[in-house]
């Protein structure tokens, strides 16, 4: 089940401090096929839940602060990329040539957002580099879709082709994820770690004095080490100069954090390094598996170097199995684990409706230090915790078959063109999502359809009214009081709130050296705790590569 109790047993949490959590139920919210709702609140939730707990354990608190998850919060937070404003500008997420294409014989997908992707991209089709959308779509379509994965993969690019959930679950790297436990956790040595300091003052910041090195790119790693920075860590992020990175994107995910370049090829930039990782506290990885080994960042070279450290890796498909050296996004994996034929119509595949694969992993990665944390204060030791988006997503598919999944309940077969079946009876509600398009197609009842361009900036991809509430929250939107959840049913209390419409309650504007922000307020919540980051996001890679 895509509960808090799952997540935070993931976590290796006390199941009695899940009575800590409280829910605001908002209909509406991240709606799809697959349970995406229930998962993100989960993600979060558990989230928040360790940061109480550490909290808790570093101020001398006689019990763990009440945890509120609401509905609102995640899902506006789950699309925080679209949200952004910088100066009245919407950044754009996706570049041309990353989106679905027909093959002779089904689907596949690729991803160029970056220069070097797409040079590989063409280059593995043969094509010159000023190729159009029209000129990929017709060199595709003569040619199958498992040779073209092959094929882009071998050239260093990016593809996947379409498969079914019961196609990944037979494929070797489905069957070597299946394997894994959502969290992977593995102990690294007997040295004790530093001991950080009673904490003190307002608001609760669990992860102050944290030095934490970030290695991560893109959303899932990025949005980890921003939360850790939300609760009161140092977080100093570094890239290599030489990767481009989307300035777009970095405003999205840098809040609270400093940001640095530095190439470990160069002698004077490998000593400033080591000085910093001789100070970390956690070191936090994002790249292809086995990419920063040969700088000794793998988490036993650190635990060496580095006693009491912990490293946190963050991959697509896992450290392990046939494309555990393969890179990966949130919208591949989508693909190839059956989530896009299960969110799909007759005839198309879809998408989820927000990146749930990144945003969700992020979370349970930050969620995954703080217990880390809370562990050593009682234990010691250097820590490794592995995550992978490939298994978020087989935690979200496994409940796909109650949800109107699996091969009946998506629309199209893997390498097939489609299956011409409509949707089941109880769940005649879908939608195939064009990422890359901007249109959603949500189907109501038998009868009619409704086409609606998704407002991807402004709003939700799906929009509908409610009724206000009598009651007020303490956030200011309205909500009713709802049962005490069944001792069984993960959480506390819940509360049914108003119908998600619009994001407005959880999106503010900060000012910034890049601009004037919109954006999304964090969704980790708890009594006493943080409402906003410290510090707005600055330029990439202009600030010191030393700790504050």
């Known amino acids: 089940m895509t509960d808090i109790k799952m997540a935070w047993a993931a976590l290796g949490g006390d199941p009695a401090l899940v009575s800590r959590v409280s829910t605001v139920t908002r209909p509406g919210a991240l709606e799809a096929r697959l349970p995406v709702r229930e998962l993100a609140r989960a993600c979060v939730g558990a989230c928040a839940l360790a940061a109480a707990e550490l909290g808790a354990r570093r101020a001398g608190l006689a019990e763990v602060p009440g945890v509120r998850v609401d509905d609102g919060a995640v899902a506006t937070a789950f699309v925080s990329e679209r949200h952004l404003l910088i100066d009245g500008r919407t950044p754009v997420s996706f570049a041309p040539l990353s989106r679905f294409w027909r093959t002779a014989d089904g689907w596949v997908r690729t991803h160029a957002n ?33 040779e073209v994965e092959e094929t882009v993969y071998g050239a260093g690019g990016l593809a996947v082709a379409l498969r079914t959930a019961e196609e990944w679950a037979a494929h070797a790297q489905g069957v070597a994820v299946a394997r894994r436990p959502l969290v992977e956790r593995e102990r690294l040595g007997t040295a004790h770690a ?28 990025p949005i980890a080490t921003r939360t850790l920075a939300l609760l009161g860590a140092d977080v100093l992020r570094v890239d290599a100069p030489q990767l481009p990175e989307d300035p777009d994107a970095h405003a999205d995910t840098g809040f609270g954090k400093r940001s640095a370049r530095l190439d470990l090829g160069l002698a004077a930039d490998r000593r400033a390094f080591e000085e910093l990782l001789a100070r970390a506290d956690v070191v936090v990885t994002g790249y292809r598996p086995g990419a920063l ?29 046939p494309w555990g050296d393969r890179r990966g996004f949130d919208s591949l994996v989508q693909v190839a684990t059956g989530v896009a034929a299960i969110e799909g119509s007759p005839g198309q595949p879809g998408a989820l409706p927000v990146q749930a694969l990144d945003h969700g992993t992020g979370y349970l990665l930050a969620g995954a230090v703080l217990r880390a944390l809370t562990e050593q204060s009682e234990q010691g030791h250097s820590i490794a915790l592995r995550l992978a988006l490939a298994r978020t997503a087989a935690w979200l598919t496994a409940d796909g078959s109650e949800r109107g999944g699996g091969a009946a309940g998506g629309a199209v077969t893997g390498t097939a063109r489609g299956s011409e079946q409509g949707l089941p009876a109880h769940r005649q509600r879908g939608r195939a999502a064009d990422e890359h398009g901007g249109t959603v197609f949500v189907s109501g009842t038998a009868a009619q359809g409704q086409l609606r361009a998704a407002d991807e900036h402004g709003g939700t991809v799906d929009e509908r009214g409610g009724t206000p509430s009598a009651a007020q929250g303490p956030d200011g939107t309205a909500y009713e009081r709802g049962r005490a959840a069944h001792e069984h049913g993960g959480t506390a209390d819940e509360k049914h709130g108003t119908a998600y419409n619009r994001p407005d309650a959880w999106l503010v504007e900060t000012d910034s050296g890049i601009g004037r922000l919109r954006h999304a307020l964090p969704p980790v919540s708890f009594a006493g705790g943080p409402s906003n980051w410290a510090r707005p996001p600055g330029c990439w890679g202009t600030d010191p590569a030393r700790w504050a």
Do not use: C, M
């Not at 063409?122 to 000129?135: C, F, H």
């Not at 530093?194 to 959303?219: E, F, H, Q």
């Open 194 to 221: 530093r001991v950080l300091p009673p904490l003190d003052g307002n608001p609760l910041l669990p992860a102050a004095g944290l030095r934490v090195l970030d290695l991560t790119r893109v959303i899932a790693g």
């Open 293 to 321: 080994d040969r700088f000794g960042l793998s988490p036993e070279a650190l635990a060496d170097r580095r006693p009491g450290v912990i490293v946190a890796q963050l991959s697509a498909w896992g450290a392990y199995g």
């Open 114 to 146: 970056y220069p070097h992707h797409r040079a590989r991209l063409l280059d593995a089709l043969k094509l010159p580099g000023d190729a159009t959308v029209e000129d990929v779509a017709e060199v595709l379509a003569e040619r199958s879709a498992p």
